[in-house]
């Protein structure tokens, strides 16, 4: 298995980096054009919340593999100021205000695993992964 | 250490109980399950667990015979077999997803089953005829047998624990499957029982094809690893009724039986297989052309065809709940422009941009949709003109927040219903009339600066 690809996140271009690494490791693990764009939406959210909230952080992606299926699996870190409300962080709506929102509901929307830990004022991990339909 | 000794005890179990019916030869059965038990754990868990195999095989038979130098003799075989499977398995059949496609089976069943079994039968053989174990004479027969059991032992226990240990369900079982999954076990012991039992004892009438209507449920309603689990079942209580003499492999000298019987299952094992793997291929490929049939290729979102389906189910939902719903048609500006500068690459990504800003901006209800070349649409329940554009305004936010180059612009129009239409034709006509003005007021903008 390849070595998981450590990404700094902390300007909107690192979002684009993000993204595109995860359009790439998703293309090269044999994910249709479709399912790459779906990685890439999620990613885009997640990286953009740390930009957005954290200012700073990481995101972690790698190929994982479990049962004979591949997955691509994101990790986002940050020790930014973590979210208060996470049930109300994870609402799926426009109810919050700015146009982007928190991105996590769309992200877990995305994905087929999704996890998110927040501690205020230690930070917030999310951990999500997408498995390869069956060939 | 804990995965060594439990698999090594559950090989030690699968040997002791095929020794049981060794009748021509005290180390020699027709009914061999570790030959499959190792073949499942190489493939699942690599050669890496070859020591708890060796050591469960030689414990085995040096409690049987108490030779220590044929028992060690049998056990190098019968690890070898499972290695030299394995490595065939990988190589040629796909591994742990050999039991998907026919080709593979096939390749499984001459590789695996019928030529490394070899290699277990001739050493094994060789190490009772030079302990003294077995005459040089009887040595062929008693191959046979040998080969017969290991083969049967790959095709009947391998699937089942290949296909319940390696593969992962695609989606959880429903209440109404669970109990389906039941009622066909029930049937399933029940028919085994009818073939095999001597439900007329002094007739051994040869009704074994009443077997097949089961695997064929198996294999249609549910998937290849039902099917491997019906197969191991229906072993199970042929073997058990055939030993006590009744049904239709019976009425021979008991190693006879047993031999005719494991060919039968050999063969209704691996027929099933296929079966199984063909119905699962099918049933994918009708998956994979439905997804096609309302998908964008590219981009993964509703195409035309599915955006008008969400549309009707939308009118027919708010004409009933009299809440309203809103279509919003987005347009990327300039894809022309991007192709002949950038190339049709830059055009193809450019509209995956706009998709993923799309996907992360909609709800789980919303549907994202790409129906002509640079033309998308959000289709939003119970959401008003606002919201609307709310949702809007989050789709252009990405796409400006984006460093992504070259940079991307789109234009929006927004029509609810009722208010701007009450049909498919007349949302969408509402929705583009909208667009275009957006559009021109830009251009009537741009053109002044």
Known sequence: MSEPLRLPIAADVDVVEARQRGRALAADAGFSSAEQTVIAAAISE???????????????????????????AVVAIDEGPGIPDLKRAMQDGYSTGDGVGTGLPGAKRLMDEFEVESVVGRGTTVKMTKWRRAV | MTLLVGLAAVYYLGAKLGLRFAYINS???????????????????????????????????????????SSLGIAIGNTTEGLLGTYLVNKFAQGGHVFGRV?????????????????SASIGITSLALGGLLSWQDAPRVWLTWWLGDAVGDIVIAPALILWV???????????????????????????????????????????????????????RFSPRESATAML??????????????GPFSGYAPNESLVLLQVWSGFTAITSLVVAAVVAARREIQGTW???????????????????????TEIRRSGRSGQPFAVVLLDLDGLKKINDRHGHLAGSLAIRR?????????????????FGGDEFALVLPGTGEVGAWHAARGVVDRLETDAEKPSLSISMGVATYPGDGDTVEALLNAADIALYETKGRRKRRAARV
């Open chain 2, 233 to 246: 079942l229906v072993s199970f209580i042929a073997i058990w009724r055939t030993l006590g003499g009744v």
């Open chain 2, 27 to 69: 180390s020699v059965t027709t009914i061999w399950p570790p030959t499959g038990i190792a073949l499942a754990a190489f493939v699942l868990l690599g050669s890496r667990v070859w020591p708890a195999i060796f050591g469960a095989a030689f414990l085995a038979n040096l409690t049987t015979t108490g030779a220590v130098w």
């Open chain 2, 166 to 220: 390696g593969v992962k369900p695609a989606v959880a079982w429903t209440r109404r499957r669970f109990v389906e999954a039941i009622v066909l076990a029930l049937i399933t012991l029940l028919v085994s029982y009818g073939i095999f039992g001597g439900v007329f004892p002094t007739r051994h009438y040869p009704l074994t094809v009443l077997l097949w209507p089961v695997m064929l449920w198996a294999a249609f």
């Open chain 1, 46 to 72: 997640i990286a953009r919340n740390i930009v957005m909230y954290a200012k700073q952080g990481e995101i972690i992606l790698s190929l994982v593999q479990s049962g004979g299926r591949q997955g691509v």
């Open chain 2, 290 to 312: 439905r997804e096609l049939a309302v998908t964008d290729p590219l981009t993964g979102l509703a195409n035309h065809a599915q955006l008008v389906n969400a549309l009707e």
């Open chain 2, 103 to 119: 080709r593979d089976i096939m390749r499984f069943t001459a590789l695996a089953a019928l030529f490394s079994t070899t290699v």
């Open chain 2, 354 to 370: 706009v998709a993923e800003s799309l996907l992360g901006s909609c709800r789980a209800t919303d549907t994202a949709a790409r």
